[in-house]
């Protein structure tokens, strides 16, 4: 007797404690866009119905096996059907779940529906980065963790963004709805931001849709959210939502900087602005698999620094650079960098860490080998 | 006829009443129930196809 209402109390205690535990962040995020916010409220609609079924069918069993125990002379009935107990206890959920499908199935048609954006966004995952396409604005960039490797390993104090921080976040505008085109480079990817509630895998040789209208400007974080290799942990995403005049502003002037990038190709670069370059080339797109000051984790990934092939091959060298080595965990980066930032960090890798080459690439060199 | 409709619905349903069970049993001929069970469940499956295609409209 007293066993039953101490549990019974503790049954209480923890039904009250619900609504605490929602408002301190264990429960999914409200998020930015209607259509999180509609999931949102499936979510604690579909959630309160299974807490009243528990406490209905919980209350019925805890009632009963108090009510007729053995020891107050209980009896068991001894029938073998009742048919009218048989149809209820089957519509009852046959209606709960139709009821639960009416309103999710309202919000899956809204989410499928990508029609009439103004935005389109190219997403496309690889190990370990993302890249971002404006279609038809002439923008693209590549978005790389930018938490340092040193805070990986326990060797400086980790940041507040630790692993959530990127180098080049995606700039969308508000109030837009923005649609997203997404694929993959290699391997099946999953672009997870939680307060878009937008969560869809980006597989090879497939293009799958999504969309988003954010309301509000902020900025926002996610993940890879499909065990994607070694780095799976370490290609976060940033997504910074500016208002519509901001956003058209940082368009382009993105577009202009890419334009200077392309007339850059033709001249003749110094070594100094190269190694400048690369070296932060290296750091944004290299070092997550050839480590910080090149030496690689082999056998996976071959360290760069006192490398003889690559110190007596130099077109092997680049080639491996924008074609990749099929086979290995080496992607072709042909795509992914301009001219420019190929030749950059081509020459940074030839001069750093010891490997003393003296070698300097020239971007129009690497625009040559691209156009073939 | 009806009452092979009537024990193949509910069967679909799940619950059935003892007494209806043993006639079927004693009296109802299989294959009725097989071409019976093969129509209505092929109904079944337009049917739910049909709201789907509704609703996705």
């Known amino acids: 007797m007293r066993t039953m209402f101490v549990w019974m109390a503790g049954c209480l205690i923890g039904l009250a404690s619900l609504p605490a535990a929602i408002a301190s962040g264990w429960n999914m995020p409200v998020g930015v866009t209607e259509i999180s916010r509609e999931i949102y409220s499936l979510h604690m609609i579909i959630f309160w119905i299974c807490v009243a079924i528990g406490v209905v069918v919980f209350g019925v069993m805890f009632y009963s096996l108090f009510k007729f125990r ?118 099946i990817h999953s ?11 980006t597989i090879p040789g497939f293009i799958n849709e999504n969309w988003t209208r954010i309301d509000e400007p902020g900025i926002y974080r996610g993940q890879c959210a499909e065990l994607c290799g070694m780095n799976h942990g370490f290609m976060p ?13 940082w368009l382009v002037e993105r577009r202009e900087e890419a334009e200077q990038e392309a007339m850059g190709v033709d001249r003749d670069w110094e070594m100094d602005e190269l190694m400048e370059r690369g070296e932060g080339v290296y750091a944004s797109v290299c070092a997550s698999c050839h480590q910080d000051v090149g030496q690689g ?14 110190l007596d091959d130099p077109a092997w060298h680049l080639d491996v650079i924008i074609n990749g080595v099929s086979g290995a965990a080496m992607p072709a980066f042909r795509s992914t960098l301009n001219p420019v930032e190929i030749a950059a960090v081509t020459t940074w890798t030839r001069n750093a860490w010891g490997n003393d080459t003296g070698d300097v690439v020239q971007p129009a060199e690497v625009a040559e080998e691209l156009a073939q | 006829m009806w009452g092979v409709i009537k024990s193949v619905l509910a069967a679909f349903f799940g619950v059935q009443k003892e007494q209806r069970r043993r006639e079927d049993f004693e009296q109802g001929k299989p294959l009725a129930f097989i ?13 739910v196809a049909a709201v789907a295609i509704t609703v996705a409209r």
């Open chain 1, 70 to 187: 053995h020891s107050r002379g209980a009896k068991s009935a001894n029938f073998h059907e009742n048919t009218t107990v048989e149809v209820i206890w089957t519509a009852v959920p046959l209606l709960i779940l139709v009821g639960m499908a009416v309103p999710a199935t309202a919000t899956l048609k809204k989410m499928y529906d990508t029609s009439d954006a103004e935005l389109d966004v190219m997403i496309v995952g690889q190990q370990f980065r993302w890249r971002y396409e404006y279609l038809g604005e002439d923008v693209a960039f590549t978005s790389s963790m930018s938490t340092p490797m040193a805070q990986v390993r326990g060797e400086e104090e980790k940041g507040e963004h630790y692993l959530l921080e990127v180098d080049n976040p995606l700039v969308l505008p508000i109030n837009r709805k923005v649609r997203f085109l997404m694929t993959s480079d290699d391997v």
């Open chain 1, 191 to 201: 672009w997870w931001v939680p307060d878009f509630a937008v969560k869809q895998d």
């Open chain 1, 237 to 249: 995403i940033v997504v910074h939502a500016m208002e519509e005049d901001d956003f058209d502003a």
């Open chain 1, 297 to 310: 984790s082999p056998p996976v990934f071959p360290a760069l620094a006192g490398n003889q092939q690559l």
């Open chain 2, 35 to 47: 071409v019976v069970g093969l129509v209505m469940g092929l109904l079944f499956v337009v049917g």
